[in-house]
T-cell receptor, first 115, second 112 residues
Framework: GAGVSQSPRYKVAKRGQDVALRCDPI?????LFWYQQALGQGPEFLTY????????KSGLPSDRFFAERPEGSVSTLKIQRTQQEDSAVYLC?????????????FGPGTRLTVL | LAKTTQPISMDSYEGQEVNITCSHN???????ITWYQQFPSQGPRFIIQ???TKVTNEVASLFIPADRKSSTLSLPRVSLSDTAVYYC?????????????FGQGTTLQVKP
């Protein structure tokens, strides 16, 4: 595809429900990132994949958050037993290579609202 | 990791040049300086990146003094569509993962 796509664009969940957010990176991009953006704040790093390997998950706020990229392309961010504080926009980004200065291309994000 | 300081907000008028300055006193020798732009309901978009002196592309210019403790993003002749949040990132690259560390950014409002 032309860019990073994410689905769904909007998700409303009742507190306690599990949600799954999908990211389709740019084809051929090795690196994939997830970020969380609260209202009025800059994005905050959650986790990083290099192909299918999750190399950094230091930003995941709790063990309710889980991410995977089993075949090195599409990634899913799963949040179990959602809480109101999980309400945010979840952004996915991908970059072509492994260099730390590689440009990251962001998707439009998934806005999660937990009631 | 180097912390950045930039104005919370700025106003400008169409056709003017806008300069947004970012302070990063603790920048490390191998750190790059990168600027991203974000429109409402969209993900951030890369604008420009530099290490020292001046970098120019079709969208903006980035000025970095010799001591690299600050940088200035210059947007020539802004239009209403340049209204967005602009993030300055420095030292946001961990040695292993390349994760970006965003601050609050500068909200630029362009008026007609």
């Amino acid at each position: 595809g032309a860019g990073v796509s994410q689905s769904p664009r909007y998700k409303v969940a009742k507190r306690g429900q599990d949600v799954a957010l999908r990211c389709d990176p740019i084809s051929g991009h090795v690196s994939l990132f997830w970020y969380q953006q609260a209202l009025g704040q800059g994005p905050e790093f959650l986790t990083y994949f290099q192909n299918e390997a999750q190399l950094d998950k230091s930003g995941l706020p709790s063990d309710r958050f889980f991410a995977e990229r089993p075949e090195g392309s599409v990634s899913t961010l799963k949040i179990q037993r959602t809480q109101q504080e999980d309400s945010a926009v979840y952004l996915c980004a991908s970059s072509f290579g492994l260099a730390v200065a590689d440009t990251q291309y962001f998707g439009p994000g998934t806005r999660l609202t937990v009631l | 990791l180097a912390k950045t300081t930039q104005p919370i907000s700025m106003d400008s008028y169409e056709g003017q040049e806008v300069n947004i300055t970012c302070s990063h006193n603790n920048i490390a020798t191998n750190d790059y300086i990168t600027w991203y732009q974000q429109f409402p309901s969209q993900g951030p978009r890369f604008i420009i990146q530099g290490y020292k002196t001046k970098v120019t592309n079709e969208v903006a210019s980035l000025f970095i003094p010799a001591d690299r403790k600050s940088s200035t993003l210059s947007l020539p002749r802004v239009s209403l569509s340049d209204t967005a949040v602009y993030y300055c990132l420095v030292g946001g690259f961990s040695s292993n993962t390349g994760k970006l560390i965003f601050g609050q950014g500068t909200t630029l409002q362009v008026k007609p």
